[in-house]
């Protein structure tokens, strides 16, 4: 048995064409490794779109090559992200799903008793697989899912089976996210073969006790220019599992190797080997201008239009530029702690907490995520600015319940 984990593709993230262009590219070149592995199925854990809404030109894309797995008889089942899951619970995986191109594996509902989350199992007709998971939310408003899983049917529950999950593990987090608001691996229910995680854009695979192999693939195509000049590049895991054959052996190679491979079983467990693959689509170059003591004109001529114009004549296929660290002794400076956007949006939010006080703190702070998280959205195609601001309002008075 083969299959393959993705996670964070995060299609029409890029404001530039031609960046987009090279995030599609991932997407479909991952695609065709999978076919070329003859992998059995596919998991997406989480932020297939940038947004709830995406492009109709990114939709078309992305469905017509879900109709090309479907035709070759190859599953795709995936869980909603905190990007493509909107406010109001809607997301374009229902879509996706209602035309049979995939299957939400977050399925279940609350026991009127006992105020527990049942999830249920999706099985994968040709291996047998056992799959569930939960969804993510930003600023770890999905921690209150995990609080009130119920943990027992999913730990008892025989067979390979595989966790899909779509937030921050305090376990896994990579040393410059350390500041990052996370949650426990605890929170997550034990004896699974594979938990296949998203939203952490950093290559982490860990073996727990109890639980089995706990991953972040990274994600499919960098997101934004610190995750170009950290990653350079995105992948996914491919794991392979040898049926019937068992070992307590657990041999991980070097981080720093090309493919990162990991022989892990424990008792009673198959042997699965995962493989790290990476996606290059394109090559990249970076460079750093000392711009210390140097007056905006000295700098705008040592990044004139004749040397960005030279580099395109040689043959560079999109040039970018990072003014993120640049500052005027003439400004105070203003110091947050480095990370991914929202995590300094929290920090922020965080910061200036109780000014006003309406409400509790931790019911401003979740109030405050969802009402930036519910104005986050953009006009749809077709729709007319009167009823863009009626949609906004609707939703305002939703969340602050007016």
């Known amino acids: 048995m083969k299959y393959a984990h993705l996670a964070d593709l995060h299609l029409g993230s890029w404001r530039d064409e031609k960046m987009r262009a090279l995030s599609t590219k991932a997407f479909l070149q991952a695609i065709d490794i999978c076919e070329e592995e003859k992998v059995d199925f596919l998991i997406f854990a989480g932020d297939l779109f940038n947004t709830a809404l995406p492009s109709l030109d990114t939709l078309k894309i992305v469905t017509r090559k879900l109709k090309y797995l479907h035709d070759k008889n190859i599953p795709l089942y995936a869980i909603a992200g905190s990007h493509d899951f909107s406010p109001s619970g809607k997301t374009m995986l229902d879509v996706l799903e209602q035309a049979g191109l995939l299957k939400n594996v977050c399925k279940g509902k609350v026991d009127p008793e006992s105020k527990l989350l049942n999830l249920n199992f999706t099985i994968d007709q040709k291996t047998g697989v056992k799959l569930c998971g939960l969804l993510g939310r930003r600023g770890l408003l999905d921690r209150a899912y995990y609080e009130n899983l119920n943990l027992q049917n999913l730990e008892e529950e025989p067979g390979y089976k595989i966790f899909m999950f779509h937030t921050t593990l305090t376990e896994l987090k990579p040393k410059h996210l350390e500041k990052l608001d996370s949650q426990p691996a605890s929170f997550l229910p034990k004896n699974f073969n594979y938990y296949a995680g998203g939203h952490i854009h950093h290559p982490t695979l860990l073996e727990l006790d109890n639980y089995g192999t706990l991953t972040y693939p990274g994600a499919l195509f960098p997101n934004n220019f610190g995750e170009i000049e950290r990653y350079s590049k995105g992948g996914f ?150 009823d863009f601001q009626q949609r906004i309002e609707e939703e305002t008075n939703r969340v602050l319940q007016i």
Request: charged share 25%; hydrophobic share 30%.
């Open 237 to 386: 895991y491919i794991i392979e599992v040898e049926d019937n054959k068992t070992t307590d052996s657990y041999n991980t190679l070097s981080n720093q190797t090309t493919e990162q491979i990991v022989n892990k079983t424990s008792n009673q467990k198959p042997r699965q080997q995962i493989r790290w693959i990476p996606l290059e689509v394109i090559k990249h170059h970076h460079f750093e201008l000392d711009c210390q003591n140097k007056s905006p004109a000295v700098v705008s001529f040592e990044l004139s239009k004749e040397v960005i114009e030279q580099l395109y004549q040689q043959g560079a296929y999109f040039i970018m530029k990072n003014t993120a660290e640049l500052n005027s002794e003439a400004y105070e400076e203003i110091s947050l702690s480095s990370g991914d956007s929202e995590s300094m949006e929290e920090e922020i939010i965080k910061e200036h907490l109780q000014q006003i006080t309406l409400f509790e703190k931790e019911r401003e702070l979740n109030l405050t995520k969802t009402l930036l998280q519910a104005l986050n959205t953009t006009k749809k195609e077709g729709e007319t600015v009167t």
